[in-house]
């Protein structure tokens, strides 16, 4: 998959997580910016690009925006990757991971996460008593890693403004997924934990997001390829 102007882009899911095992997929995740001619047309350039074998998911910047600014933990995460996971960063994207913080806001973020690890939950719910094939198994057991780490991420990043992307101690968590995988009924003790924890705070978020150093990035971003068309059909 060739997509032009990609302004930002980084390994994501399991291996950024610390999470992954031998034979987990590598998941790439980034954002792109649609020349700026293309949005002044009668149709709309496509907003996202994914494939498989490899794995990646690339938004245009101002979906990119859009789903930050609502929280997304998966969108969020690029932002706040480690330095080593970045594989395309251009000034621009460096630009965004600046203003980082000024997607956040308490309600959407705790919304998110929360809503994120229920649906995992719920995934685990709909397996039953454990009693099911090695293959179910090891998905159920992918939920519930994924619904431990959607709680802690989404509760550090609630009360002290920081996303943290590697956890703490992967062996735990697989651990944990075991215990899940077998019995499900045990990942309701966690959540209930979290939700709580969430309730009591304190947060150190704003009630709404700052839009505007959001709103002037992809302004800028508009401006410098609409710049680049036009010095390229002079150069022509």
């Known amino acids: 998959m060739t997509v032009p102007n990609v302004l930002l882009s980084g390994i994501v899911g399991s291996t950024a997580y610390g999470l992954a095992r031998p034979g987990s997929d590598i998941d790439r995740l980034g954002l792109f910016a649609a020349p700026t001619e293309e949005l002044h047309g009668l149709r709309r350039p496509k907003e996202?690009?994914?494939?498989?074998?490899?794995?990646?998911?690339?938004?245009?910047?101002?979906?990119?925006?859009?789903?930050a600014l609502g929280g997304n933990p998966t969108a969020m995460e690029l932002?706040?990757?480690?330095?080593?996971?970045?594989?395309?960063?251009?000034?621009?994207?460096?630009?965004?991971?600046?203003?980082?913080?000024?997607?956040?806001?308490?309600?959407?973020?705790?919304?998110?996460?929360?809503?994120?690890?229920?649906?995992?939950?719920?995934?685990l719910e709909a397996r039953g008593d454990g009693s099911f094939s090695a293959d179910t198994r090891k998905r159920t057991a992918k939920h519930a890693r994924h619904l431990k780490r959607l709680c802690g991420q989404g509760l550090e990043l609630y009360t002290t403004g920081r996303l943290a992307i590697r956890v703490e101690d992967p062996d735990e968590y697989h651990a944990f997924g075991e215990r899940v995988a077998a019995d499900?009924?045990?990942?309701?003790?966690?959540?209930?934990?979290?939700?709580?924890?969430?309730?009591?705070?304190?947060t150190v978020l704003p009630d709404e997001p700052d839009e505007a150093p959001v709103e002037a990035w992809l302004r800028r971003v508009r401006a410098h390829f609409l710049a680049e068309a036009q010095n390229s059909a002079v150069g022509a």
């Open 184 to 202: 499900p009924s045990l990942a309701l003790p966690l959540l209930r934990y979290y939700e709580d924890a969430f309730d009591e705070g304190p």
């Open 48 to 67: 996202s690009h994914v494939s498989t074998a490899p794995d990646r998911t690339l938004h245009e910047a101002a979906k990119w925006c859009r789903l």
């Open 79 to 123: 932002v706040w990757l480690p330095d080593d996971l970045y594989e395309v960063r251009t000034p621009l994207g460096d630009e965004l991971i600046g203003i980082r913080s000024a997607f956040l806001c308490a309600k959407r973020v705790r919304d998110a996460y929360l809503g994120y690890a229920t649906q995992q939950f719920r995934r």
